[in-house]
């Protein structure tokens, strides 16, 4: 007898989560794929200039523990994370002005993760967290996955807006407020000491945790540091402040961490255990042998000094590049500047015309939780040299204001306003 194949299924499979349907993904992961040619000159990316890390270093933080401790290195570790790389990123904060004990530091794979880690142990669906208005996408993906309530909180040049902050603590009773408060991604803004003690005071009085996240404080061109919200009265017990060695030290590494009151800290470990059990123990393990042996924060000092380089040669081209009353501004460290064009332009419709001029942008749009300003953008001026950014400026010219257009060019050399913008007013 022949056997009869089994009929083909027709049932469908179910149906995704909710959550995985709703949010989309990131515009800027997409413009990245669209302008992968290596003649395009991407100002889009938020990449650190890969000829600045310190490879020979790394490898042979990496030789040597694969070397002297294989068993260990390529074991399974703490959630927690390893104590050598928690004791040193403690006494990076402790040397900072923030007293910290490696028990305060939970090591995550990124900061993005920690982010994410923070979202589950804190956000329930339906809950309201308020965020910077423009704010980091990924942390709009993240707030989004956990089904919160997103509400953007008003700032200036000085960041975050104190008493608007507490009105809308008032009318939301929100969890958490999330913030980057240095060299913030994407404007480059930097959130005023006096601003930081407002809020805190704000969040100590109201009920509110803080998540800080700093992947950008270290790489400061000029001006005075300020200190970290979470070192501020009324924030102590209730900030949770993240950090990395992404642009710091190699983004490849995938080392990030968390500083939290215990509790909070606590109810992190549980939800990375259901994550990934832990970060890499080899990672840990060479970026703890690299820090004992190696100076990062003269490493750092130089990477500084070259973006600082690269913001300068950004900044000089902007007047011509931008259409005549664009605004931007003059950040005092980080990676990315931000810009406005005149009323009446779409940042988002233009990069279609700039793509083929082989450069590229991030419109400004995606970056609100409020009603967009359709008219930002983001530039990234770390990752080309100065001669590439001065090509890719020109290039930009070209798709915004068009090759054979005249620019008045009066403002080419004028000061930076007392809050770094250029231009007729203030982004």
């Known amino acids: 007898m022949t056997a009869t194949a089994p009929a083909p299924s027709t049932a469908p499979v179910p149906a995704l989560a909710a959550r995985a349907a709703a949010v989309g993904g990131s515009p800027v992961r997409d413009i990245l794929a669209v302008t992968a040619r290596p003649e395009v000159i991407n100002f889009a990316g938020g990449l650190p200039a890969p000829e600045f890390f310190d490879s020979e270093g790394v490898a042979a933080a990496y030789q ?52 994410s880690l923070l979202a589950t142990a804190l956000v329930e669906p339906g809950d309201t967290v308020l965020v910077e208005n423009p704010c980091y996408l990924a942390a709009l993906q993240v707030f989004a996955f956990a089904g919160a309530r ?10 975050i807006d104190p008493g608007a902050l507490e009105s809308l603590i008032a009318e939301h009773r929100p969890k958490l407020l999330y913030t980057v408060p240095t060299f913030q991604n994407p404007t480059g803004r930097t959130m005023s000491a006096g601003r930081r003690a407002a809020v805190a005071a704000v969040a100590g009085r109201r009920g509110l945790w803080i998540v800080e996240d700093d992947p950008y404080g270290e ?30 030290m190699a983004p490849g590494l995938r080392l990030g961490w ?22 890499p123990t080899v990672n840990q393990l060479a970026a703890a042998w690299y820090l004992e042996r190696y100076d990062l924060d003269a490493h750092v000092a130089k990477v500084a000094g070259a973006y600082r380089e690269r913001r300068d040669a950004m900044l000089a081209g902007l007047a011509a590049a931008l259409p005549e009353g664009s605004t931007w501004n003059r950040p005092e460290g980080g990676m990315f500047l931000w810009a406005r064009l005149p009323s009446g332009h779409d940042a988002t419709a233009r990069l279609r015309e700039v793509i083929t001029h082989d450069v590229a942008y991030v419109p400004g749009a995606p970056f ?60």
């Not at 968390?258 to 970060?279: F, M, N, S, V």
């Open 368 to 427: 609100y939780a409020g009603t967009p300003d359709p008219a930002t953008l983001r530039l990234c001026f770390v990752t080309q040299t100065p001669d590439e950014i001065t090509e890719g400026l020109r290039r930009l010219r070209a798709g915004l204001v068009g090759q054979t257009a005249e620019r008045g060019g009066s403002d080419a050399g004028a000061p930076a306003s007392r809050d770094g913008i250029r231009g007729a007013q203030a982004s």
């Open 150 to 159: 997103v509400v953007a909180v008003p700032g200036d040049e000085e960041g």
């Open 258 to 279: 968390l500083r939290a009151p215990a509790a909070l800290r606590r109810a992190c470990a549980i939800a990375k255990q259901a994550a990934d059990l832990h970060t």
């Open 219 to 248: 790489l400061r061109f000029e001006g005075e540091r300020v200190p970290w919200i979470a070192a501020h009265a009324g924030a102590e017990d209730r900030t949770a402040l993240l950090g990395s060695f992404s642009k710091v």
């Open 64 to 115: 040597a523990v694969l070397t002297t401790r294989p068993g260990q290195a390529l074991q399974y570790s703490t959630t927690e994370g390893e104590p050598a790389l928690r004791a040193r990123i403690a006494g990076r904060y402790t040397g900072g002005g923030l007293a910290t004990d490696a028990d305060d530091i939970l090591v995550t794979t990124g900061s993005q993760q920690a982010l």
